[in-house]
């Protein structure tokens, strides 16, 4: 039976994975490098120097560590303006109702995000305190398609991985939740992946059945 729900944050919970396209775009666009949207779903899940390995596949030039530390820094300024927009109303649709689905049915919730602006951007919806643990991308040497992530989200709940479900909109998250012994469900863009997902859910509602029937 399933007992917690991990949820990912970005493109799950909220709308940031369009915040993360615009700002990685108006790095590339600055550094002359191609990058399109469907070179944006491959940034999904992945941690942030990944992410920017990804765009400069695209480069002609190398680019030596300094550059590329200065270049991510750039980027999450880009990313910090933008998420300076986020309020409470900015969370996604259904999630205050299944938080509260949850709570109500004494499941546990906890957030499994590779992101290291997790804390701010729960502070800024002011969902902090609802999630029993956070594991984000501040605690983990790897991120999805490693199971880290969610593994500590499970420890800090003491829930057993395969009484977990996880919440994701990135083919890495999904492949980290099955090699983390999780079930999962596929939500956004990535629902019509054929990456290995247990549910495909077209709204958050409807994590509801599937967790009760
Ligand atoms: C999430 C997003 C990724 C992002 C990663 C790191 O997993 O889906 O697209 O690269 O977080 O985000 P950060 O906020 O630490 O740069
Ligand atoms: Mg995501």
């Not at 120097?49 to 820094?73: D, F, G, N, P, Q």
Request: proline letters at 3%.
């Amino acid at each position: 039976s399933i007992l917690a729900v991990i949820f990912d944050l970005d493109g799950v919970l909220v709308h940031t994975d369009q915040y993360h396209y615009q700002a990685w775009k108006r790095m590339a666009d600055e550094e002359g490098i191609v990058f399109d949207e469907s070179a944006g779903d491959r940034l999904r899940g992945i941690s942030r120097m990944e992410s920017l390995e990804v765009i400069l596949e695209k480069s002609s030039r190398t680019y030596t560590s300094e550059e590329k530390e200065a270049l991510a820094a750039k980027k999450n300024g880009y990313y910090r303006e933008l998420l300076e927009q986020l309020t409470p109303a900015d969370a996604a649709p259904g999630s205050h109702e299944i938080i509260a689905a949850c709570k109500l049915q004494g499941t546990k919730v906890a957030i499994g995000s590779s992101s290291r602006n997790t804390p701010v951007i729960l502070e800024r919806l002011g969902l902090t305190h609802l999630f029993e643990a956070v594991a984000d991308g501040n605690e983990i040497d790897n991120s999805k398609p490693d199971p880290e992530v969610f593994l500590l989200a499970a420890k800090k709940l003491a829930i057993d991985p395969e009484c977990c479900i996880v919440v994701e909109d990135a083919e890495a998250g999904l492949v980290a939740a099955k090699r983390a012994g999780m079930k999962s469900a596929a939500i956004g863009t990535v629902i019509n992946s054929p990456a290995a997902a247990d549910y495909r859910l077209h709204r958050l509602e409807e994590l509801t059945a599937v967790i009760w029937g």
